[in-house]
């Protein structure tokens, strides 16, 4: 059973960066697109950015281009999202995601994946 498991969020001010975890055990992680979703208070899931299985291609919201960076180490099975400059709106609860995927396509949608986390939360202060 495929278990993901995020941390790294925290309480930060406005400018500050942090740098999201997310760890897939159960599962061969080669083979599994990822993916960081968030959902701010009353609002409904995002998708922020994707990664293909191999690495190789990268996807990302316009929100957060230029300023979040995602990765992945495929021999440790984590994947990782590096936030900087964050703003206020930035705030939410960040979730990683998976899916089995033998293509380079990233899904941005919820529907897309298959496998959630429990969500690390990320405080922007102004």
């Known amino acids: 059973q495929e278990q993901l498991v995020e941390s790294g969020g925290g309480l930060v001010q406005t400018g500050e960066s942090l740098r999201l975890s997310c760890a897939l055990s159960?599962?061969?992680?080669?083979?599994?697109?990822m993916g960081w979703f968030r959902q701010p208070p009353g609002k409904e899931r995002e998708f922020i950015a994707g990664?293909?299985?191999?690495?190789?291609?990268?996807s990302y919201a316009d929100s957060v281009k230029g300023r979040f960076s995602i990765s992945r180490e495929n021999g440790k099975a984590m994947m990782y999202l590096q936030m900087n400059s964050l703003k206020p709106e930035d705030t939410a609860l960040y979730y990683c995601?998976?899916?089995?995927?033998?293509?380079?396509?990233?899904?941005?949608?919820?529907?897309?994946?298959?496998?959630w986390g429990q969500g690390t939360q990320v405080t922007v202060s102004s």
């Open positions: 990664i293909s299985n191999n690495g190789g291609y990268k």
């Open positions: 159960g599962h061969t992680f080669t083979t599994y697109t």
């Open positions: 995601a998976a899916t089995y995927s033998g293509s380079e396509y990233v899904g941005r949608t919820t529907r897309d994946y298959d496998y």
